[in-house]
């Protein structure tokens, strides 16, 4: 390891949106002198650089999955965009607020040590490079830790083997045997995109699904100048409603409503397309009323027996308990498996067994061989990332240990007994859009340096009882919605040894930028100047 340590004002770890943002915000509007940016990655991109698989977009509508402040005529020309279109989106951002020369690529962070004597972080690379840092700011995505469960003999396999988040970059799969395991985004995405391509597509599922189409479409010059013309309302809307997503979220109630109506309102948005259209434009309870939310269950179940032919197929595409966790969408995917050579295999009932050297093999003794196997089987979300790096505070205490009973935070931006630590979108913020979200912790960080700056403070942290009585807060209003009632990542129980714990504020955004205008007001009482 380098014995060199360069000295900076800041470190940001992570080259996604939260990284570049908050490079921005630090070099740009604090003007703080030397801020480094650090990429395990060899380029620009976050989720948007591992994940580009087949099929791989964002499920927001373009003009709102960017910043607020980015006002250049618009140049997308699709309604949703693609994965290599995002990087390039984020290179772009990059570029022109003058951060992209700030990054370092092709290191991971593997350490940060508060240095209590000094007020500085100590901070370490896998590759030897050492800093030392005023601020400490940790954007490294939600969805940045691949999870593949520990199956017997998987290392064993002669052919191709992957995660989603890490394919092949131009890999053909034309004429391929092709296995995908797991049917939420990723596999659902991959399977709707690869279907007509293989020789070969077995689809094993865990758990069946609900999945709306995504109805991505062009997006012409008299549309695109539109929506331009319009754009301050669009983000007044944005800002102004719980999941800022730039649509008018319902307020009507799912049981309020006839029959004929509620199903005529579910083809409408099912038509438009949108997993979080279809989950907050149609009715204002489907995340709170296990009735309402039951009608919108049965509206979906509905569609996958009248789309899929096949009536043992179509039972098992069928999720029978609560509509929740994070709302999906992906195009083509029900239609996949009226293709001859596509298969589904129940793995909740007959479980694999094990990876063989050719395929793999099933519980009840059943054998497949593939020529690639692709492992769609999420991520350890939210927190998960953070487990990467050896994070000490004061006094010695690991940030693992302070959160082994479910990863908390302030406000999702600071945590006690961690001085000049920033987590973007970190455990315990909202769950929304996640570019509004960002926008929004990024300027209040901004607000807190500020602050301690003209206060003559040296660090700032999350007060111990504030940042308890907001995870008190937090856990409560996700216990009263359907969420906690779903096997998710969105609640954190979908990785094996990982308790149930919500990993977001589910009030919304626009319930969260009042909580943070309110801090701002009162002038920080939940935080520790010193």
């Known amino acids: 390891m380098s014995t060199t340590v360069k000295e900076v004002d800041a470190v940001v770890v992570g080259g996604g949106f939260g990284g ?17 940016g650090i990429e395990k990655g060899d380029a620009l991109g976050g989720t948007w650089y591992w994940n580009q698989y087949p099929g791989a977009q964002t499920d927001t509508e373009s003009w709102v999955y960017r910043f607020s402040d980015e006002r250049d005529p618009p140049t997308w020309n699709t309604r949703y965009l693609k994965s290599e279109e995002l990087q390039e989106q984020i290179v772009d951002t990059a570029k022109k ?4 020369d ?46 593949i469960p520990k199956f017997p003999g998987i290392d064993s396999f002669k052919g191709l083997s992957f995660h989603s988040a890490r394919w092949p970059k131009g890999l053909d799969v034309t004429g391929k045997r092709i296995a995908v395991i797991g049917t939420g985004p990723s596999g ?75 199903n005529e309102i579910y083809e409408r948005i099912w038509n438009k397309g949108g997993g979080f259209r279809f989950f907050f434009e149609t009715f204002n309870d489907l995340g709170t009323n296990v009735e309402a939310n039951e009608t919108a269950a049965a ?25 929740g966790g994070r709302p999906l969408c992906a195009e083509g995917y029900y239609d996949a498996f009226q293709d001859p050579n596509v ?40 927190d998960g990332a953070y487990y990467d790096i050896d994070i000490t505070g004061k006094d010695g205490v690991k940030l693992k240990d302070v959160w082994k009973g ?34 929004i912790q990024g300027n209040f960080i901004r607000e807190l340096i500020e602050e301690s700056n003209k206060r003559g403070a040296r660090s700032i942290e999350a007060d111990v009882k504030a940042q308890a009585a907001w995870d008190e807060n937090v856990q409560a209003i996700s216990e009263a919605t359907i969420f906690s009632k779903v096997k998710s990542w ?11 714990y919500s990993a977001f504020f589910l009030a919304g955004l626009q319930n969260y930028i009042a909580k943070l205008t309110e801090e701002a007001g009162a002038k920080y009482p939940s935080f520790v100047f010193e």
Do not use: C
Not at 97 to 100: A, E, L, P, T
Not at 122 to 139: C, H, N, P, Q, W
Not at 490 to 500: F, L, R, W
């Open 20 to 36: 570049i943002r908050l490079i921005h915000l630090l070099q740009n509007k604090l003007l703080l002198q030397d801020v480094v």
């Open 97 to 100: 607020n003058n951060v992209y």
């Open 102 to 147: 700030n990054y370092i690529f092709g290191n991971a962070v593997n350490s940060a040590q508060y240095n209590a004597e000094r007020n500085r972080w100590e901070i370490a690379t896998d590759k030897g490079l050492r800093f030392s840092a005023t601020y400490f700011v940790t954007a490294l995505g939600i969805l940045n830790n691949p999870n």
């Open 188 to 262: 659902s995405q991959i399977t709707g995109s690869i279907h007509k391509l293989v020789k070969q597509l077995t689809v094993f599922q865990q758990r069946a699904q609900y999945i709306v189409p995504v109805n991505n479409r062009p997006i012409g010059e008299e549309e695109r100048a539109e929506i331009y013309k319009n754009y301050d309302s669009i983000w007044d809307t944005v800002f102004q409603s719980l999941f800022a997503m730039g649509f008018e979220e319902s307020k009507k109630s799912a049981l309020e409503v006839s029959e004929t109506e509620r």
């Open 299 to 323: 509206f979906v179940r509905s569609k996958i027996a009248e789309i899929v032919q096949d009536p043992e197929t179509a039972k098992l595409l069928q999720p029978q308990g609560h509509y």
């Open 343 to 382: 298969s589904l295999i129940d793995i909740a009932n007959n479980p694999i067994a094990n990876i063989t050297p050719t395929g793999l093999e099933l519980k009840d003794g059943q054998k497949f061989e593939f020529d690639i196997i692709v492992f769609a089987t999420g991520f350890d979300g939210v």
């Open 406 to 439: 479910g990863a908390n935070t302030l406000y999702g931006v600071s945590v006690a007994q961690f001085p000049n630590l920033f987590t973007v979108t970190g455990p315990s913020g909202p769950f929304s859009n996640m570019l509004p979200s960002i926008e």
């Open 490 to 500: 969105v609640q954190n129980d979908n990785i094996e040894g990982k308790s149930k």
